[in-house]
Nanobody, 119 residues
Framework: VQLQASGGGLVQAGGSLRLSCAAS????????MRWYRQAPGKQRELVAT???????NYGDSVKGRFTISRDNAKNTVYLQMNSLKPEDTAVYYC??????????????WGQGTQVTVSS
């Protein structure tokens, strides 16, 4: 099982980006999916969570600006980021609780995608 994140880049303050993270492999089911971020010199921060029932939760710093969603048919989670600020600059990681066809549910991580917001 692998998670592949994409969609990062350089954007001006006030702009938008959409991150994607696709899970691949022999997957039976995916429970919660999440986005984290880590800025230089800071701890990794939970940005947003979406459950298998499409319930969502956001960190206080991104509420009203970011939207997490998922496409279960594609095993993909998205993060729509609007009104970006320089303080949103970080490496963004996806994370998902995945039950493989053979095995137990484990938390998997994507490789990270850089988001840089210029002022």
């Amino acid at each position: 099982v692998q998670l592949q994140a994409s969609g990062g880049g350089l954007v001006q303050a006030g702009g938008s980006l959409r991150l994607s993270c696709a899970a691949s492999g022999t997957i039976f089911s995916i429970n919660a999916m999440r986005w984290y971020r880590q800025a230089p010199g800071k701890q990794r921060e939970l940005v947003a969570t979406i459950t298998s029932a499409d319930s969502t939760n956001y960190g206080d710093s991104v509420k009203g600006r970011f939207t997490i969603s998922r496409d279960n048919a594609k095993n993909t989670v998205y993060l729509q980021m609007n009104s970006l600020k320089p303080e949103d600059t970080a490496v963004y990681y996806c994370n998902a609780d995945i039950l493989p066809l053979a095995g137990i549910t484990l938390a998997y991580w994507g490789q990270g995608t850089q988001v840089t917001v210029s002022s």
